[in-house]
Every structure is written in C-alpha cells, then in structure tokens.
C-alpha cells in the first residue's frame, strides 16, 4: 500500500510538471502527456527510487534522478512529439523542475515506508571506536623479561 501511495504522488508531481512543460510549448495532447508522465514515473520510481535511493542515499538519488529524467523526458517526448532541439530544451527544463522535487519525495519514502521496503542507509563516516590501553614503559618491560628469565 505504502508503494502505492509514493506511485501516486510521484505520479501528480511529474504530471503536473509534464503537462506545465510539454503542454504548454508543444500544445501536446492529453493521452500523450498522460502517457509521458506515467512512463518517466514508472522509470523514475523502479530505479532512482528503488535502487538508488535504497544504495547510495538522498543526494546520490536526486542527482541520479536529474539525469534519468532528463533521458526518459528527451526520449520519450521525441519519440511522442517529433522534434529534437526544443524537445531536449524542454526535457531539461522538466527535468529540473522533477529534480527540485525528488528530495521531499525521497524524505516521505525513508520516513513512511516500513523496515521491510526500506532497508538500511549507508553507515554514518563519524560512527568510530577507540580502544583505551595501559601505557606502559619500554624500560620496565625490558626488567620484566629479565626478572622471569
């Protein structure tokens, strides 16, 4: 259900960004906006989401995002819109608006989804141990040996 949830609302952000960015400079149609929105977050929820974020953190995600909206974007709307300069124009406009929002989206996964889905981020770097010992004298250690020989 959580999964679900997360879909639907990566599904209303990137459609609200597709039909702001395409509708309005290609005056597409709604089947082919539709379409659009529902495979870049189809593609944008399997891998940046599900195997970015849960591998490399927040920030490895958003950036991963950014380029893999940017590709499915360009790709897809060339391949539905037909042209090439102000496709890639307008796929990076998209794509950067997506990316502004990725990390909110991001924060509600790692928040609202179970132990289960989510599993554990990478160790923190300030997380370390310190081993305490006697200090000890290398002149008495020499008198020691010499006393037990």
Request: hydrophobic share 50%; proline share 3%.
């Amino acid at each position: 259900m959580g999964h679900l949830k997360v879909l639907g609302i990566k599904f209303i952000v990137i459609s609200i960004i597709t039909f702001s960015t395409f509708g309005i400079f290609f005056q597409a149609t709604l089947t082919n906006l539709l379409m659009l929105s529902l495979l870049v977050t189809g593609i944008s929820y399997l891998v940046g989401d599900l195997f970015i974020l849960r591998k490399f953190g927040n920030i490895a995600a958003s950036i991963g995002d950014f380029a893999l909206s940017f590709v499915s974007f360009w790709a897809l709307g060339s391949f539905v819109m037909g042209a090439s300069l102000p496709v890639t124009i307008i796929s990076l406009m998209a794509a950067f608006f997506t990316s502004l929002c990725e990390p909110f989206i991001h924060a509600y996964i790692v928040e609202r989804l179970s132990d289960d889905d989510v599993p554990d981020q990478l160790p923190a770097t300030n997380q370390l141990q310190t081993e305490f010992a006697e200090e000890t004298d290398p002149e008495t250690l020499h008198t020691k040996k010499d006393r037990d020989n």
